[in-house]
């Protein structure tokens, strides 16, 4: 799952700050990782030298944030064997043969549980 949430993500992040986004195929509802703020946000580079010391270090930190909300927001979303398409936990269903998405459970005539409701039920 990691793998299809990195190539579906969408960078929001900006000179400040990181953040990214994935959308549900399903519902369009777009899920948001953490924001996380430059380490060296606010700050005016004095040099030349130090301006390309920051581009190194803002890529560093855009890389490592990019790798956690590529974990944060996989663990938010399902792959329909179905459709093939990532769709979130509300819009994933659990069923008696075969896990799909809602879309496909109407269209199948299938039933069953959301893994949102199914998580929260174990607890």
Do not use: W
């Not at 190539?7 to 996380?36: A, H, I, P």
């Not at 190194?56 to 944060?72: G, K, L």
């Not at 269903?93 to 069953?112: F, P, S, V």
């Amino acid at each position: 799952m990691k793998k299809l949430v990195e190539l579906l993500l969408d960078d929001t992040s900006d000179k400040e700050t990181f953040r990214f986004q994935v959308g549900c195929d399903n519902c369009r509802k777009t899920y948001q990782s953490k924001l996380r703020r430059f380490s060296k946000a606010g700050e005016d580079p004095p040099t030349d030298e130090k301006r390309v010391l920051y581009a190194a270090i803002y890529e560093q930190e855009h890389r490592a944030a990019r790798q956690d909300a590529v974990a944060q927001l996989a663990e938010r979303f399902n792959y329909c064997p179905i459709c093939k398409q990532v769709v979130c936990d509300d819009c994933f269903l659990i069923c008696a043969d075969i896990d799909m998405c809602r879309g496909c459970a109407e269209r199948l005539q299938e039933t069953g549980v959301s893994v949102l409701t199914d998580v929260s039920n174990r607890g």
